[in-house]
């Protein structure tokens, strides 16, 4: 089965970075979409970018050109690169996977999923 950690998460002030980072562990998928939700208490997780095998890319609106999603020299590692951050940013972020491309971006068609890092911007 497949596993992702996750690390990279913490604390900033507003205007500030923090890199995310996420690794697939006993990954054996082939063409497949990895990327990043967030979820805050109280709201549904929702997309924030999403990276394809084929170079596609997701970014949801509210990133407005502050985050960029990449892949590490191998396709189970994605990161996912934070400036500008806003407290509206503070929640948890979550790396998830699934076979073939991007589309849809409903949490619910993701299978795997991260335990999760806590983003917090004051």
């Known amino acids: 089965d497949v596993q992702l950690v996750e690390s990279g998460g913490g604390s900033v002030q507003a205007g500030g970075s923090l890199r995310l980072s996420c690794a697939a562990v006993g990954y054996t998928y082939g063409r497949h979409c990895m990327g990043w939700f967030r979820e805050v208490p109280g709201k549904e997780r929702e997309v924030v970018a999403l990276l394809a095998t084929d170079g596609t890319f997701t970014y949801a609106n509210f990133v407005e050109g502050r985050f960029t999603i990449s892949r590490g020299d191998a396709e189970d590692q994605v990161y996912l690169q934070m400036t500008r951050l806003k407290p509206q940013d503070t929640a948890m972020y979550y790396c998830?996977?699934?076979?073939?491309?991007?589309?849809?971006?409903?949490?619910?068609?993701?299978?795997?999923w991260g335990q999760g890092t806590q983003v917090t911007v004051s």
């Open positions: 998830t996977i699934r076979r073939n491309y991007c589309s849809p971006t409903t949490p619910a068609t993701f299978d795997v």
